[in-house]
């Protein structure tokens, strides 16, 4: 008993969440996305699902270096400002 229980949390692990088959880093998903200022034009974009991975911690990274463009401050007298 305790082996199968242990066989299956590391096949839980190894797993994408929800799935019942091993993660492929090189298995294709496509993904449709909405083109900029359209309502109506999508695009169909397709990578391995490494590269989502990758573009995922890229876009995660470049999130938390940008700065703010300004900066507030709160005055002496109570006030914000700018």
Request: net charge positive.
């Amino acid at each position: 008993m305790a082996m199968v229980g242990t066989a299956g949390l590391a096949l839980a692990q190894s797993t994408p969440a929800g799935k019942g088959r091993p993660a492929d880093p090189n298995r294709k998903i496509c993904k449709s996305e909405k083109a900029t200022g359209s309502r109506v034009v999508k695009r169909k974009i397709c990578l391995t699902s490494a590269e989502w991975d990758r573009a995922r911690e890229q876009a995660g990274t470049e999130l938390r270096q940008q700065k703010p463009m300004y900066r507030c401050e709160t005055a002496p007298t109570g006030g914000v400002t700018c």
